[in-house]
Each structure stands twice: as C-alpha cells, then as structure tokens.
T-cell receptor, first 110, second 112 residues
Framework: SQQGEEDPQALSIQEGENATMNCSYK?????LQWYRQNSGRGLVHLIL?????REKHSGRLRVTLDTSKKSSSLLITASRAADTASYFC??????????FGGGTRVLVKP | DAGITQSPRYKITETGRQVTLMCHQT?????MFWYRQDLGHGLRLIYY???????DKGEVPDGYVVSRSKTENFPLTLESATRSQTSVYFC???????????FGPGTRLTVL
C-alpha cells in the first residue's frame, strides 16, 4: 500500500499559469522527494526537502513541507508545455527505500 | 554508456515461463532498487539492495527473485510469470542513504 496520496490526480492548465499539487503521507519521514515522469519514460528527480526544512526552491519549482500536517506541496510557476508530465512525491524511509504516491498528471496546454 | 540501463525494454512472455530483467549502472552506486508501476498504484518497491550480496524485500516481493553478485548489476527474475505481473518495471540506483534515486528507462513486460 502507498503511504502517500497526491491531490489532485489530474490537473489541466494553460501555459504560463502556475500548477500546484499536494502530497500527504502517514508516517515520519527523513526527507521527501519529488519526481517527474514523462510519458513512457523513467522518473527524473526534481527536488529533495529534508524533514527539518520548510521550503525549498529550484528554478521554477517551489516545494513546501509541513511535518505537523504530514503534507508537502509542489508549485511549478510559469508553466510550459514541456512541463506536461506526471509528478510523484516519495517519502524516504529506513534502508533508503522510497514510498511513492499515486502521482498527479499535469497537462499544460499551449 | 554512463548511467543506468535496463534490458530488454519490451518483453512478451507466457504464463509459467521464467523471465529475467536486467539492470546495469555505471556509477558504482551502493543502493539499487526494483519497482513496478501499474495504473492506479504509482510505483511499488519489489526488492532493493544496499550493496553487493545484500538484498531485502520491498512491498511486493512475492513471485520475484533478485541477486547482486556485482555492484553494478541487479537482475530481477520472475520464476514463473503470471498475468498479474504484467507491468512496467523500473530499476533505480542511489549513491547515498536518503538521497535521490536515478531511474532506468523501464521494461514493459506483458505476460499472456
């Protein structure tokens, strides 16, 4: 079973708009990671936020973490058609194992 | 080529047959992982390995066998394939504990 759930499951926006997706998890984490998956491809790491961090930026990406609510969000600003992909959060547990959420499918329309 | 590769990329087999999926990484990463991805389930961990000759079960290990005699290789074997094992399989590696994982391109397996 997955420890995390992502919301929404699917998101459709216009190019230039921001995209926000949320991730909830059930147990304590060491860190939380976000990955992107383009259709038919492997996952690509986007950003890692540690349990003692609250916000992290990387280019057009902003990730927040609220350990009291066991939740994280990923914001993609000024979206582009190339951002069309599925986005997954993953919690790191003992043994370096990742537990993935079900993902959010993002469609950016030109 | 540097990175993490998987072979074959596509495989069709029949119920009851043994199938081995290969994974090779060139970074000398300590950790390696096998996941399966099914619609509606995201990715689920099958097996992982912290180093050569050290493997452990993940969330869905039944019906699978792994070995890791060399750091760079982590083959996954389906001993007797079933239709429920039709899926896309991803191999990943990681150099450090609690660090990012690097994923291979995946193997799409169909069991008829």
């Amino acid at each position: 079973s997955q420890q995390g759930e992502e919301d929404p499951q699917a998101l459709s926006i216009q190019e230039g708009e921001n995209a926000t997706m949320n991730c909830s998890y059930k147990t304590s984490i060491n860190n939380l990671q976000w990955y992107r998956q383009n259709s038919g491809r492997g996952l690509v790491h986007l950003i890692l936020i540690r349990s003692n961090e609250r916000e992290k930026h990387s280019g057009r990406l902003r990730v927040t973490l609220d350990t009291s609510k066991k939740s994280s969000s990923l914001l993609i600003t000024a979206s582009r058609a190339a951002d069309t992909a599925s986005y997954f959060c993953a919690q790191t547990a003992a043994g370096n194992k990742l537990t993935f959420g079900g993902g959010t499918r993002v469609l950016v329309k030109p | 080529d540097a990175g993490i590769t998987q072979s074959p990329r596509y495989k069709i087999t029949e119920t009851g047959r043994q199938v081995t999926l290969m994974c090779h990484q060139t970074w000398s990463h300590s950790y390696m992982f096998w996941y399966r991805q099914d619609l509606g389930h995201g990715l689920r961990l099958i097996y992982y390995s912290a180093a050569a000759d050290i493997t452990d079960k993940g969330e869905v290990p039944d019906g699978y066998v792994v070995s890791r005699s060399k750091t760079e290789n982590f083959p996954l074997t389906l001993e007797s394939a079933t239709r429920s094992q039709t899926s896309v399989y991803f191999c990943a590696s990681s150099g450090l504990t609690y660090n990012e994982q690097f994923f291979g391109p995946g193997t799409r397996l169909t069991v008829l």
